[in-house]
């Protein structure tokens, strides 16, 4: 079936797109356990760092061999494109994770959960002005605010407080001001680069600056390093193969910000994920209520959707 058309089914986006969040979620609680087994600390930043680059780099490497020899692709990127490409892996997994583990470090669980959750108003923010077709509307506003009620409640037993760092929460919201610019980016990008090369290269590229970041901290994570870390390795490193092309691809035939909305479930699949799979992580009605909340954010932003994604579909020379 011609992938524009899957790509753009009004009931096909939010399977592929929960499906992302799932994967991304699961992650969480991965990580968690995977900092455990290597007895990592609140503030050991730079094996974090390198951990993450031996996951990013993996995932680029199994993405290229499998283009490469199961899908007879061409994986090569022409001149033209070359460092935009570059750009973009900087961006997207360099940047992006180097914040995030940093900021993290430096603020608390709570708020580092909420602050990063903001990346999706930044990404409607600027594909509100690079496409003509993505504008902000009421419909996007109230659905960004439900979701981010959502994504509040679900931290709010946990307690916030007022104190602001650059390198805790300026950092954060670095963060997030990067993945908008690197999803409207990637967006463009998947009209003249194949949305899988695009993601193993990005991914190789990012993963290097992260290994080079971290290389400080590499003995204390290879010290731990044995077949149980690898093996959450492996699965940290499909997770970003699968959900990062299917996205993708969800962005190369849809509006980005309409996209972005589904992301409001990532914390929350994180949650849930959490409390099944670690054991000092609890059910409260907290979780309950923000997966409500998001759940009618994304319903709102997507209401009388189908006729945006066919507009979208029409532009890329896939409808019909």
Known sequence: MDSGKVF????AVPVFAILCCLLWGSAIPVVKIGYKIMELGDKDV??????????????????????K??????????????????????????????????????TTGAKAAVLSACDSFFVILFAHFLYKSDRINLKKILGLVT?????????????????????????????GIVNGISTVMAKKLTDDIHPFVLTAWQLLIGSLGLLLMGLNGEKNVLAHFGWEMAGLTLYLSFVSV????????????????VVTLYKFFIPVFGAV???????????????????????????????NGAADRSN??????VAG
């Open 46 to 67: 730079l094996p974090k760092l390198f951990v993450a680059g031996i996951r990013f780099f993996v995932a680029g490497l199994m993405l290229l061999a499998l283009l």
């Open 312 to 317: 979208i579909a029409d532009e890329n020379g």
């Open 69 to 106: 020899f199961a899908f007879r692709l061409s994986v090569g990127i022409k001149k033209e494109y070359l460092a935009k490409v570059v750009l973009l892996g900087i961006l997207q997994t360099f940047l992006q994770e180097m914040f995030f583990y940093i900021g993290v470090s430096n």
């Open 8 to 11: 753009t089914n009004k009931l």
């Open 242 to 257: 699968a959900a990062f092309c299917i996205w993708y691809l969800l962005l190369k035939f849809n509006k980005a910000g």
């Open 273 to 303: 994920l959490s409390v099944l799979l670690l054991e000092d992580e609890r059910f409260t009605l907290s979780i309950i209520a923000a997966l409500a909340l998001v759940s009618v954010g994304i319903f709102t932003v997507n209401r």
């Open 147 to 175: 979701g981010l009620l959502g994504i509040t409640l679900i931290n709010f037993e946990a307690g916030f407080n007022i104190d602001f760092s650059f390198a805790g929460e300026g950092l954060l919201i670095s963060f």
